[in-house]
């Protein structure tokens, strides 16, 4: 156990703990995706009006897009060795960038409990103990997986990636035994609104990972290269969430009334009884286990982000992890006993919503790393607010504000829709215009100023892990990466 327990958290992790190599990424998303949220994800599609035929390929060209965006932040990790979102304090300025954090623990919170939900259903018929033991049961033992750290993920993660594909491709043998393909793919009438909702469902999965990918690739070599990182995270992704989704389509499609009544139950069943239907249970919560840690994790790390910015906190102990995980535990445990019973009709407007706050910040990270700085930061400077990035960076806030609001006329909730929806036939593309419109105002804005930026990047002073858990060190040493 002492050497799966990770002891770097938001600090750099040095050159001599680097591991690895691009293809972890694969397994690790993959496995993350295999999983019934994306498969209820994917049937919501039709759930809400879509065709099958159209919803798959919306899913598909959703999963590509989203993907590409989250497969771009994770090819950060190896260069920069740094959780995701302490690097947006460059952006953000070093407590500025609690504004975007407080949005994503939010997220990671709502994710715990949508995951929990399903998972608990799963765990309490696996162990007859009834579905709330099944989530309290659950909880614990996602807090003890992210308290573990970073190696354990990826082991779990290739783990429920074998076991999880073997569990689809039996799933959909049976579920093509029952169904007529060529009947349910006949409709071909395109439906632009339920086209463009498909879409946004599977671009908002997979830009949800963005504020966290990279904390999974930050412990590769720094030779890696980002073209792999990119490749292989894309990959993985999209496979494993297109397969999910597919599935969750065509059982919406066919199933109706029997699946929306209980989708743990359905998809079990339709495997069989038995062994069988006890094995489904264990992949139904092994595959929500492996995404629920990494919502875990990447909660920790975005809330210690939050509060070390005003302490000057560099780094942080396993135990301080602990606390931190259980928490976050505690809060999306309660979030989804209260939750439980209306959780299907309230899953597609949390993905929607959250996407209008993640796209501007995707937006600016990324023209940030890749346009302006160049992959050049002074990561010292990060746990700084008198250093080169500040305390608040003011023109990245306001961009960020700026893309939030040029999202809402084009927004499509249950609790709210824009004024221009209607002219555009009821489509929502609010997460087209939260990418593009920060992008661009960030580009023209950030690149009239670069003085902050350094001409290589700045590496902290290694020092061992565990030790400087208080302030840091102020101690730095140069690199050229």
């Not at 504004?99 to 018929?125: C, D, K, R, W």
């Not at 250093?387 to 249950?414: K, S």
Request: proline share 4%.
């Amino acid at each position: 156990m002492a050497g799966l327990l990770e002891q770097r958290s938001i600090d750099v992790v040095p050159d001599n703990e680097r591991h690895g190599t691009a293809f972890s990424q694969f397994t690790l998303w993959l496995g993350a995706n295999l999983q019934i949220t994306a498969v209820v994800t994917g049937a919501l599609a039709v759930v809400f009006g879509g065709g099958p035929f159209w919803s798959v390929i919306g899913l598909a060209l959703g999963n590509l897009l989203g993907g590409a965006v989250m497969a771009l932040h994770s090819a950060q990790g190896p260069r920069l060795g740094l959780p995701q979102m302490i690097q947006s304090r460059a952006q953000f300025g070093v407590k500025g960038a609690v504004v975007p954090l407080a949005l994503v623990i939010v997220m990671y919170v709502g994710f715990f409990a949508s995951g929990s939900v399903l998972a608990g259903q799963a765990v309490g018929e696996l162990t007859h103990l009834g579905e709330t033991p099944g989530i309290v049961i659950f909880a614990l033992v996602t807090a003890l997986m992210a308290a573990i750290g970073y190696r354990v993920i990826h082991m779990l993660g290739r783990v429920a990636g074998v076991i999880c594909a073997v569990a689809f491709v039996y799933l959909g043998i049976r579920l093509l035994d029952r169904i007529d393909l060529g009947a349910v793919l006949a409709d071909r009438a395109f439906d632009l609104p339920m086209f463009l909702l498909a879409v946004s469902l599977a671009a908002s999965w997979q830009l949800a990972f963005g504020p966290y990918v990279a904390d999974y690739s930050r412990y590769l070599p720094r030779t890696t290269s980002a073209r792999a990182t990119f490749w292989w995270t894309l990959s993985g992704s999209a496979l494993g969430s297109q397969w999910s989704m597919v599935f969750g389509v065509l059982v919406a499609a066919t199933a109706g009334d029997a699946f929306l009544a209980g989708q743990v139950g359905y998809v079990v069943a339709l495997g069989g009884t038995g062994l069988i239907a006890s094995f489904l249970y264990f992949v139904i919560a092994l595959g929500k286990l492996t995404i629920n840690v990494l919502n875990t994790y990447g909660g920790f790390m975005s809330l210690v982000t939050s509060i070390s910015g005003f302490r000057g906190q560099r780094s942080l102990s396993p135990r301080g992890r602990a606390l931190y995980i259980t928490g976050i535990m505690l809060v999306g445990t309660v979030v989804a006993l209260l939750g439980k019973d209306s959780f299907l009709a309230s899953f597609k407007d949390f993905l929607l919503f959250l996407l209008t706050f993640f796209t501007p910040w995707s937006a600016i990270n990324l023209v940030d790393y890749y346009l302006i700085s160049r992959e050049r930061y002074d990561i010292p400077a990060l746990a700084d607010p008198r250093g080169r990035y500040g305390a608040w960076r003011w023109d990245a806030l306001a961009v960020y504000g700026i893309g939030l609001v040029a999202q809402l006329p084009f927004l499509v909730t249950h609790f709210y829709t824009g004024p221009l929806v209607g002219p555009l036939g009821g489509a929502d593309i609010s997460w087209v215009v939260g990418l593009v419109v920060p992008a661009l105002l960030y580009w023209l804005l950030a690149r009239r100023d670069t003085t902050h930026i350094p001409e290589h990047t700045i590496l902290p002073a290694q020092v061992p892990a565990g030790e400087n858990n208080g302030a840091g060190t102020t101690g730095t040493a140069t690199a050229r990466t």
